[in-house]
């Protein structure tokens, strides 16, 4: 009588439903060797790249060596991490060259810009006197004489600053009630209707128009209601709201379908109107977010040049009523000053102005967005624990 003997577990043939305790017993499975590395090797590979780099930007250009560098950063990275710790880690680290140069390359414009800016503009736009200063009176004499040491250099800023505020300002009262309202128009009572559906189409068409489309638009409408040609504060207003309605729509719409839908229920089921739910329990809870979004949609149109020359123009003095008379703004006076020099043959004090025009308002625009940071930061609900 023969018995069949049964193998021992530790011999038995791994099944291919079978949890198993290794990787490579599964059938078609090719494990990939890892081996530690320490991570000075990355800084090796960065400091060969950024020899190779200054080598290459002696012998030819700036550009050129910046792009050796780094594909010797990245290809070393590569090879090293391969032979050392395996083709896993050799490919990781090289995925992690890659990203870190994307993000570079994608830093770079803004920082070269801002560079450009500041050191262009830092000196003018810091001097009391132009922040006070309006150009009023100011001529191609002037510079000249600045220009030769004979005077003092004069004409400012500061009317260019009050249009910006006053424009934008406006344009904010009209913009932040519509959009708001249609937003609380989307989540809260269409549902699926056609209107829903058709005022969303409208709102992406308008996302995407060109602002010189919004300051024809204004130009025309001022110009049909109170004579051709009128150009006011409001009529800008009116453009850069065009351009500001669909921000604000699209961002209120998404900060009001955060807000948990058990709120709005417990609400109702306490007996609370809709509107009065929407007042007193949507709108706070989301109350961040709409901030927020509304000083983004801010620091979006307030550097708005093409409607604002079309719907506003330019003046050189001071002008604090928006339905009377051009108004200038920074963005339309530092391109007046680029564009049409007071003196054509000295260009560097007109060149001063406009740089220092920018600078402010890149100034103004990282505050909007920092406040906006701030608000979102402050008014978040708060969570226990």
Not at 314 to 325: C, K, Q, R, S
Not at 334 to 341: D, L, S
Request: proline content about 6%; hydrophobic content about 50%.
């Amino acid at each position: 009588m023969s018995t069949s003997t049964k193998p021992a577990p530790s011999e038995q043939e791994p099944h291919p439903g079978r949890n198993t305790t290794r990787l490579d017993e599964w059938e078609g499975v090719t494990s990939s060797p890892v081996r530690p590395a320490s991570k000075r090797l990355v800084w090796a590979c960065a400091a060969a790249g950024v020899v190779v780099g200054a080598v290459v930007w002696l012998v030819s250009n700036l550009g050129l060596g910046v792009v050796a560098g780094y594909l010797t950063y990245t290809s070393s990275t590569y090879v090293i991490y391969r032979r050392v710790a395996g083709r896993r880690v050799g490919l990781d680290q090289l995925m992690r060259a890659l990203v870190y140069g994307a993000f570079a390359l994608a830093l770079l414009p803004l920082i070269s810009v801002l560079l450009t800016v500041l050191v262009n503009g830092v000196v003018r736009a810091t001097d009391p006197d132009f922040l006070q200063q309006t150009m009023n009176g100011i001529t191609g004499l002037a510079d000249q004489q600045y220009a030769a040491g004979e005077a003092p250099f004069i004409g400012g800023v500061y009317h260019a600053i009050l249009g910006t505020l006053i424009i934008t300002a406006l344009a904010a009262l009209i913009s932040v009630p519509i959009g708001m309202f249609a937003a609380i128009y989307l989540v809260e009572y269409a549902g699926l209707a056609r209107l829903t559906r058709l005022l969303r189409f409208f709102v992406d068409v308008m996302t995407g128009i060109p602002s010189i489309v919004a300051g024809l638009f204004a130009f025309a409408l001022f110009g049909a209601i109170f004579g051709v040609g009128t150009k006011n504060a409001m009529a800008g207003a009116i453009a850069l709201s065009v351009l500001m309605i669909p921000t604000v729509v699209r961002n209120s719409e998404e900060m009001l379908r955060i807000v948990p839908n058990e709120l709005r229920e417990a609400s109702l089921a306490l007996g609370v109107p809709k509107w009065r739910t929407i007042y007193k329990v949507v709108l706070p809870t989301a109350a961040s977010g709409l901030a927020s979004g509304v000083t983004l949609a801010i620091a979006r149109v307030i550097g708005e040049t093409a409607p604002l020359l079309v719907a506003v123009g330019g003046f050189y003095a001071l002008n604090t009523n928006p339905l009377t008379g051009p108004m200038q703004t920074l963005a339309v006076y530092a391109y007046e000053m680029f564009t049409k020099p007071l003196n054509p043959g000295v260009r560097d004090p007109s060149l001063e102005r406009a740089w220092a025009a920018a600078l402010i308002l890149v100034v103004i625009v990282i505050a909007l967005n920092l406040t906006a940071r701030l608000i979102a930061k402050v008014f978040a609900p708060k969570t226990s624990g």
